[in-house]
């Protein structure tokens, strides 16, 4: 397995306001620390994701070199960048590296605007030609904004964090309250050829009666049917995970998750896809 979503927090080098508030998520969770609770999960390498720190750049040259060094586990970065700056270009050129594959921007906390002005969307646009991915990292109800800006870049690549992060427990799957508007917009998006699904992040949103495969499948079938097997990759996001039941819990649910698929298809979700999408070795 290969985990698209790693996120490794050091409190000594960077500054994370938005853990504040969050005592399970304060402290430091770094590599060692993320080994140890994935050891007997079949996890073999990971790309390390962008934390949302004030110091970006830093993060993203610190991270990289991590990467870079021979044998180590994280293999690729998704850096945090904003599209929204003047200086957006520059940016990229200031943190450049091989082992750089993508840029996350959340959206989720930010206004519904920010995503839909000309400079956000003509910055993610040139994505494509620095061979750069971009994550989407948006609610459920900010799903239609997502497909605005797919739309509007069409020669970047896209991955759809968290399942699209579903309302899981105010929807209800069995009634479709809430679920079929999540369903129809992850359908929308999947339409789109340059967008990826990545299957993470659900088990730390859903209530603990929920927390369980039988709880999480319509989500998964959803993003099965819409993408296939082809455009999905799968995540930890830990140590956010652990707000659920922890990273060697969703990944047992996960294989439970996948069991109805072949071989074939789950090792392309959770190999080779990831291999394709970030560029791991």
């Given at each position: 397995m290969i985990d698209t979503h790693i996120h490794l927090l050091e409190p000594d080098?960077?500054?994370?306001?938005?853990?504040?508030?969050?005592?399970?998520?304060?402290?430091?969770?770094?590599?060692?620390?993320?080994?140890?609770?994935?050891?007997?999960s079949g996890i073999q390498a990971g790309v390390f994701m962008e934390v949302d720190?004030?110091?970006?750049?830093?993060e993203a040259r610190y991270f990289c070199a991590l990467a870079e060094q021979p044998g180590s586990f994280i293999q690729a970065v998704v850096a945090a960048a904003r599209p929204e700056s003047p200086?957006?270009?520059?940016?990229?050129?200031?943190i450049a590296h091989p082992r750089l594959?993508?840029?996350?921007?959340?959206?989720?906390?930010?206004?519904?605007e920010l995503s839909q002005t000309s400079r956000f969307r003509e910055n993610v646009k040139r994505?494509?030609?620095?061979?750069?991915?971009?994550?989407?990292?948006?609610?459920?109800?900010?799903?239609?904004?997502?497909?605005?800006?797919?739309?509007a870049c069409p020669q970047t690549t896209f991955i759809l964090d968290h399942?699209?992060?579903?309302?899981i427990?105010?929807?209800?799957?069995?009634?479709?309250?809430?679920?079929?508007p999540w369903q129809k917009a992850i359908r929308a998006l999947a339409a789109e050829p340059n967008v990826n699904g990545k299957i993470s992040g659900i088990s730390a949103y859903a209530p603990a009666p929920l927390r369980n495969a039988q709880g999480l499948r319509p989500y998964t079938d959803t993003m099965l049917d819409a993408f296939g097997a082809t455009r999905l990759v799968w995540g930890g996001d830990w140590p956010v995970v652990n707000l659920g039941d922890g990273l060697?819990?969703?990944?047992?649910?996960?294989?439970?998750?996948?069991?109805g698929l072949t071989e074939a298809e789950r090792h392309q979700i959770l190999t080779t896809n990831a291999k394709k999408i970030y560029n791991v070795p």
């Open positions: 080098r960077f500054t994370y306001e938005w853990t504040k508030g969050l005592p399970a998520l304060s402290g430091r969770f770094d590599l060692s620390d993320y080994q140890n609770a994935s050891h007997d720190c004030e110091e970006s750049a830093d200086d957006f270009e520059r940016s990229l050129e200031a594959t993508g840029i996350r921007r959340v959206l989720h906390t930010q206004p519904d994505l494509g030609g620095f061979g750069l991915t971009f994550d989407l990292c948006v609610l459920q109800r900010q799903l239609p904004i997502a497909l605005e800006l797919v739309r399942c699209g992060v579903p309302d427990a105010q929807n209800d799957a069995s009634t479709g309250e809430g679920f079929l060697l819990a969703w990944s047992t649910i996960t294989r439970e998750l996948l069991s």
